[in-house]
Nanobody
Framework: QVQLVQTGGGLVQAGGSLRLSCAASLRIFSKYDMAWYRQAPGKQRELVAQ???????NYADSVKDRFTISRDNAKKEVYLQMNSLKLEDTAVYYC????????WGQGTQVTVSS
């Protein structure tokens, strides 16, 4: 089975908003630290936002105050709300889960246009 399934990517104009979702088929989802990464062509994958099993959040400086990561343990889902999108936010975004074993989502393209 696929452990992490992402939805919500797409094309959006600069200044707009987009919400990414990640549905996790994981036992004891609440134990996993969750995160969103992104990767642009020719660039290394970078951490965008993370939320621990305890609910602590952390953001890359480039997205701080614009993006919000959240989780719903009952639904076993994690979200990334992206506001005030910029051209430089264009990338493939990946959901990530870590406990004793880590899992990656399939990735979803986010393209911000001018």
């Amino acid at each position: 089975q696929v452990q992490l399934v992402q939805t919500g990517g797409g094309l959006v104009q600069a200044g707009g908003s987009l919400r990414l979702s990640c549905a996790a088929s994981l036992r004891i989802f609440s134990k996993y630290d969750m995160a969103w990464y992104r990767q642009a062509p020719g660039k290394q994958r970078e951490l965008v936002a993370q939320i621990t099993s305890g609910g602590t959040t952390n953001y890359a400086d480039s997205v701080k105050d614009r993006f919000t990561i959240s989780r719903d343990n009952a639904k076993k889902e994690v979200y990334l709300q992206m506001n005030s999108l910029k051209l430089e936010d264009t990338a493939v975004y990946y959901c990530y889960a870590r406990w004793y074993v880590d899992y990656w989502g399939q990735g979803t393209q986010v393209t911000v246009s001018s």
